[in-house]
């Protein structure tokens, strides 16, 4: 079975960083997009970054650009999400998802990742 661990969430004041991680066990980062959603209360699902796992291209979503900056090792199968200069609108939970290279492109579309972590709670506070 192919499971994805998200970790690193927790309650940072607003100027903090977070550095988010997501695991991949059952699966080889071969080809592959992975990228990191995240949903606030009452809001839609929205794509923040994505990366490709064969050249390594990125792209973020304009609200997290300058500030949050998405990285994989593809020997440990984990991407990294290091989140700086947190703003209380980044309060969400964050969902890492896998899909194929295709999905790695903008604007993110959730219905082509097709393995999705259990999501981790990012609140920032002001």
């Known amino acids: 079975d192919v499971q994805l661990q998200a970790s690193g969430g927790g309650l940072v004041q607003a100027g903090g960083f977070l550095r988010l991680s997501c695991t991949a066990s059952?699966?080889?980062?071969?080809?592959?997009?992975i990228g990191w959603f995240r949903q606030a209360p009452g809001k839609e699902r929205e794509g923040v970054s994505c990366i490709s796992s064969s050249d390594g291209r990125t792209y973020y979503a304009e609200s997290v650009k300058g500030r949050f900056t998405i990285s994989s090792d593809n020997a440990k199968n984990t991407v990294y999400l290091q989140m700086n200069n947190l703003k209380p609108e980044d309060t969400a939970v964050y969902y890492c998802?896998?899909?194929?290279?295709?999905?790695?492109?903008?604007?993110?579309?959730?219905?082509?990742?097709?393995?999705w972590g259990q999501g981790t709670q990012v609140t920032v506070s002001s």
């Open positions: 998802a896998i899909g194929d290279i295709e999905a790695n492109a903008w604007p993110l579309k959730d219905y082509e990742y097709y393995y």
């Open positions: 059952g699966y080889t980062f071969d080809d592959t997009a």
